[in-house]
C-alpha cells in the first residue's frame, strides 16, 4: 500500500527553524517528483517547493526562496524540507506529494501541522 507519512511539525519561534521528512513506501521514489503544498485555514492550498525525481532541479515558491530548501535521500525513501527564518505567516498544515506523471499518478500524505508564533 502506498504510504506518505510527514513527520517534523510543531511549534516554532519567529525566526527559528525546523526540518520536516517524508517516508515514503510502496512505490519507487526514485521515478517521482515530489513536492511540499501548505495550506491555511481559510487559504487556497499552495506549492511550497518541488524537487526532481533525480534531485537535480527544484522549484520554490516566491514567499519561501531562500528560506527553505527541498532535498531528497531516494535510498532512505525519504523527503525533506528544511524551513529557516520561520514566519508567522508560514503556519499551515504541509502535505507531501509524490507525482508520475506517464500513469497519472498522484499520492498525498496526510500532514503535518507547522504554527510559528511572534
Known amino acids: 500500500q502506498v504510504q506518505l507519512v510527514e513527520s517534523g511539525g510543531g511549534l516554532v519561534q519567529s525566526g527559528g527553524s525546523r526540518r520536516l521528512s517524508c517516508v515514503v513506501s510502496?512505490?519507487?521514489?526514485?521515478?517521482?517528483?515530489m513536492s511540499w503544498y501548505r495550506q491555511s485555514p481559510g487559504k487556497e492550498r499552495e506549492l511550497v517547493a518541488r524537487?526532481?525525481?533525480?534531485?537535480?532541479?527544484?522549484n520554490y515558491a516566491d514567499s519561501v526562496q531562500g528560506r527553505f530548501t527541498i532535498s531528497r535521500d531516494n535510498a532512505k525513501n525519504t523527503v525533506y524540507l528544511e524551513m529557516n527564518d520561520l514566519k508567522p505567516e508560514d503556519t499551515a498544515v504541509y502535505y507531501c506529494?509524490?507525482?508520475?506523471?506517464?500513469?497519472?499518478?498522484?499520492?498525498w500524505g496526510k500532514g503535518t501541522l507547522v504554527t510559528v508564533s511572534s
Open positions: 506529494n509524490a507525482q508520475y506523471s506517464p500513469f497519472a499518478m498522484n499520492y
Open positions: 510502496g512505490f519507487t521514489l526514485s521515478l517521482y517528483v
Open positions: 524537487i526532481t525525481s533525480a534531485g537535480g532541479s527544484t
